[in-house]
């Protein structure tokens, strides 16, 4: 929920100053309640913080609010400022988070991790430069304090990791965890493209950062699990914390995170840090090759810091990231020593948190939309209103049951916000308002498009239209088709995309590459030029790689990093033959897949039991047949990936061949100078056979660093346990 903040000087038990400001009105309302009213007021509060420390910081499901958390935190505080007594150990006053939640390895910290306080108003900030200026004994304002001076930094709502490097090299990643101890993220942080493994200079150090997922991706994601009927996820900072804390390093480098580092932990032969305040830490980050945000000020005085903070209260809309306030820190290191800490927080820093911005509107309508996996999407039909820094009039509901649970009717008044600054969000109805002319809203019996029987599986959330050419889903899929990611046919909006549905000329995916010159220029508000345009661009996307191919086909539960799995397997195991065409290696492919198992895909990198039915039941059914016979005989063209040379052998990926013939081989763990993609491409390429599971027929087991439960269960079963070295000697064909 804060920024971490490595602690400077020695902590001290308390609770008046443990980074939450409370008013003395708010401790004297405390004191009046009497000891025993208080003690069953702490009573009723400490389980209540507890659980949402655990929710939030663990299984990365909030179900307080910040503002909310804050404001609970805040009466804990004030009625354990008044009553000291009532204050333990592991009271969520004196503690950082949550402790690991047991699925990855711990990292105890060199030097805790600790949270920041948060204030809401200027006033309070102003209180925060008061105290400053008492402990290093500088003149209350508003009398000049020069040598006092601040760093405002984008406070980003992410979680909070630690970096070691050493000699240069990236050696360990953590999260913060409870402060003193988190969890081995080490393979999970090497997939974010913009943490380097190597720093410009060969230095041991310690960095600290946040990672966060950009609003874009966030969109991307939720956009995919409301087609495929799954929940979506709430906010960014959830999705980039779950991103980071899984445990196949794949499903995380497909969520496409990104980081932003703030602390630099360096120390000089002397032991004391290489620089001398904090903004000569971040330019020493950026010199060595780190994220630091550009977005800052330095050299400031509090009010510089409040023109600061002003300033970002509209501009962070605009930002390709979500932020959620400022944090203030004292810049020089020697001062924020003479300051010291406290038990949860620095006296040195303090982060400034923006309000929620919250709109009330008219629900004036919910309408059920019908997507390309068939899902029935209610969509509240708002009267317009400008939140976040733009207007909105539609936001989704999800699904039947989350109108139910938020109470949501039509003709309510209700809240309104963006999660993430990015999606727009009904909070709450407003039943307070309400006149009695609200009506309850009911999903539709029949398809509002088709009108074939609406379908809900026992135990789901999903309503969804089964009939697999209802035009809604026609219409959705074919735009995934050509949109990016999938086959990239710029100018193939939506409004064209109805015209051509409209008018009949596209009835099948491969309709898009028999589109004439004449059929295009007929379009309504279409030129010539406009015309020669977008069939230039159809004719581009006749050629396209393997992986585009298939997230273009829209197959359920298969994403694009899935895609990019799913096609370096089937280049594995339907390799190019001697002479042999790509148009004419697409129509061999494209005839195989129908016949694909469960059994077989799940040696397809990250895809599990799950997945791997679902693909197979795609491939399965008839139409899918015909869709891929349709692209073929339109002239689509699959691009095989790319061959690669294997380590130490010689053989080209794809070979069929060589000394793994025969043998199958699971992947675990990290593997240093090669990813598990690569390693498994490099198996197949040897003849091997990659598993995703270990069994009694596993012929080896490649455990680097990190590995799990796979580990455990070849030791049972008796199954070889190659290292990397062993693993690259197996390749070259000698004794592992």
Known sequence: MNESIEPVGEPQVGVRDVGLPVADEAVEAARALGLEAARRRHEELVPILRRASELYYQQDAPELEDAQYDGLMRELVAIETAFPDLVTP??????????????????????????LGNVFDEDELRAFDARVRRGLGLPAAPEPAPDLRYVAELKIDGLAVSLRYERGRF????????GTTGEDVTANLRTIAVLPERLREPVSAEIRGEVFMPKAEFARINAEREEAGLPTYANPRNSGAGSLRQQDAGVTAARRLSSWSYQLIEDGPDGRPIVASQSGALARLTSLGLPVNPDRAEGLDIEGVIGFLQAWREKRHQLPYETDGVVVKVDRLDQQERLGMVARAPRWAIAFKFPPEQVETLLEDIVPYVGRTGTLTPVAHMRPVKVAGSTVARATLHNLDEVRRKDLRIGDWVVLQKAGDVIPEVVRSLPERRTGSERE???????????????????AVRHYCPNQKCPARQAHEFAHFAGRGGMDIEGAGWSVLEQLLERGLVKTRGDFYRLTLDDLAGLDR??????????????????????????????????????????????????????????????????????VTSDELQEVAGVGAVVAASIAGYFA???????????????????PPARRAVPGSGAAAGSGAGPLAGKTVVVTGTLPGLDRAAAQEAIRAAGGKVSGSVSKDTSYLVAGENAGSKLAKATELGVPVLDADGFHRLLAGQEP
């Open 441 to 459: 809203f009911a999903m539709p019996a029949a398809c509002p498009v088709c009108g074939t029987t609406v379908v809900r599986d026992e135990g």
């Open 526 to 595: 279409f030129a010539r030029k406009s015309a020669e345009n977008l069939k230039a661009s159809i004719e581009r996307s006749r050629r396209r790689p393997l992986s585009r191919i298939l997230n273009a086909l829209g197959i359920p539960q298969v994403g694009e990093q899935t895609a990019i799995d799913l096609a370096a397997w089937v280049a594995g195991r339907w390799p190019r033959e001697s002479g042999e065409s790509d148009g004419e290696w697409t129509r061999r492919v494209a005839g195989a897949l129908p016949g």
């Open 90 to 115: 592991d009271s969520p006053t004196q503690r950082v988070g949550a402790a690991p939640a047991g699925t990855f390895s711990e990292v105890v910290h060199g030097r805790p991790m600790l949270s």
């Open 171 to 178: 050696v360990q990643g953590a999260t913060r965890g409870d």
């Open 621 to 639: 059914n008839p139409e899918t047949a015909a869709v891929l016979a349709d692209l073929v005989d339109a002239g689509v063209v699959a691009e």
